[in-house]
């Protein structure tokens, strides 16, 4: 039975209304399902409330369009209707499922969009932010080291514990919403300090320096540990925020990694006894040349065709630096005739870039700058896309088997270079 405090019984009785009500009642069965002693306290919360998922706008449409209702019965758990108030928590919303200029080109219908701009509407009218993006510590999102969160989205999960030494489950739409309302979540998981520790080692034998080898050392680690908690030592360097963006959405992906620690590197990993919070346990795992061999190989294993289609930059979303990359890679240059170049960010990045003048360069060359979305997410992709690229693990492992496409994996600099040639030329170096 999950203990409750004097607060939070009278927000379950109705204190501060029914909303509220309804959701601790969720949060209190979450947390008995999860035999949670209490709850934490709860003030940054990233989820998707409303009617963006896709999966949602029908059930939408029979409601005649009331978000009430649509926020009662799919984020509160809830066939009474409530009145939703202004979310009490620090709230910001997740990626949506179009670009809100370029939702035309990303193949979506007119009443696509109008559903897309008044869920948008609701979504600011009860105090979430719209930060529409998988990297919301790149949007102005950041917690503190030990600062309980509830977020969504895998990578961002990922990067909050490991990274930033914030504390959150990878929870879900429900979870996320009611938190919006109570700002509570159970105390449970990687909230308390022995879940944290490391579970399994792994030796870097090769050096790992760029984006594309942390990728590729990630996509190693989620495969190897699965949902575990992995400490890495060895030969890893110039560590920055793009690479632990890239290597923990990779972990994610081909595992379930939630949190990692790096010796030396992460904050919860001043030295290989505090990760694990006493002697080394579990397995130990070498990434070598031959593990960084047969890495690639499986990344590129879904690709034949050397004609690609579509070069996908932005997964997860990317930083004002990485679109700086791209338009420099790209400047004096154009996209292939039968190619297309779609490269997803944040719009308060996007913003940056266009106050320095990448996206001229970027459309200049043919690319288009998207936001709020990716092509997993909203499943679009330029019609008749048969074969696709990436710099990114996550979405070679997702995008091709959603759209049933081929996929190649690479560096930023091959895919800039598919995109002008509309050849994959990409290889193992």
Request: proline content about 4%; some cysteine.
């Amino acid at each position: 039975m999950v203990s409750l405090t004097d607060t939070e019984k009278a927000m379950r009785d109705g204190a501060e209304g029914a909303a509220v009500a309804k959701a601790m009642d969720l949060l209190i069965r979450y947390a008995e399902a999860l035999d949670a002693p209490d709850f934490v306290y709860c003030n940054n919360i990233a989820g998707v409330p409303g009617s963006s998922p896709q999966w949602v706008k029908d059930y939408y449409k029979e409601d005649g369009g009331d978000y009430r209702a649509v926020f009662s019965r799919f984020d509160l758990d809830s066939d009474e209707v409530v009145d939703v108030p202004r979310m009490n928590g620090f709230s910001c919303h997740l990626q949506g499922g179009m670009d809100p200029e370029l939702w035309r080109e990303q193949g979506m219908t007119e009443e696509a969009f109008a559903n897309f701009r008044s869920d948008e509407a609701e979504v600011a009218a009860h105090g979430i932010q719209v930060m529409k993006t998988c990297t919301p510590y790149l949007a102005g999102n950041v917690p503190v080291m030990g600062e309980h969160c509830a977020w969504m989205e895998s990578s961002a999960v990922v990067f909050c514990n490991s990274v930033i030494g914030g504390r959150t489950n990878c929870e879900g739409r429900e979870s996320t919403s009611a938190a919006m309302l109570a700002k509570r979540i159970p105390n449970w998981g990687f909230h308390t300090d022995a879940f944290r520790k490391g579970q399994h080692a792994i030796k870097v034998e090769v050096p790992v320096d760029s984006i594309f080898e942390w990728g590729m050392l990630g996509y190693f680690t989620g495969a190897a540990v699965e949902d575990a908690i992995p400490v890495l030592s060895g030969d890893i360097s110039d560590a920055a925020l793009i690479k632990h963006k890239h290597f923990g959405a990779a972990a994610a992906s081909s595992g379930g990694v939630e949190m990692y620690h790096m010796v030396g590197i992460t904050p919860e990993a001043p030295s290989r006894e505090v990760a694990f919070g006493g002697a080394d346990k579990g397995e130990a795992f070498t990434y070598g040349a031959k593990e960084r061999a047969e890495v690639y190989e499986r990344l590129n294993s879904i690709g034949s065709s050397h004609d690609v289609d579509y070069i996908m930059l932005g997964c997860p979303h990317y930083s004002a630096d990485q679109i700086a990359d791209a338009a420099r890679m790209l400047e004096g240059r154009k996209v292939h005739a039968n190619t297309e170049l779609w490269i997803f960010t944040s719009r308060a990045v996007k913003a940056t870039a266009m106050a320095s003048g990448y996206d001229r360069i970027l459309a200049a060359a043919g690319a288009k700058l998207m936001t709020d979305t990716c092509s997993a997410i909203s499943q679009a992709v330029p019609p008749g896309t048969k074969v696709a690229a990436f710099d990114s693990a996550k979405q070679t492992h997702y995008l091709p088997a959603i759209m049933g496409i081929e996929g190649w994996f690479g560096t930023t600099q091959d895919c800039i270079d598919a995109a002008c040639t509309g050849r994959w030329n990409g290889a193992l170096n």
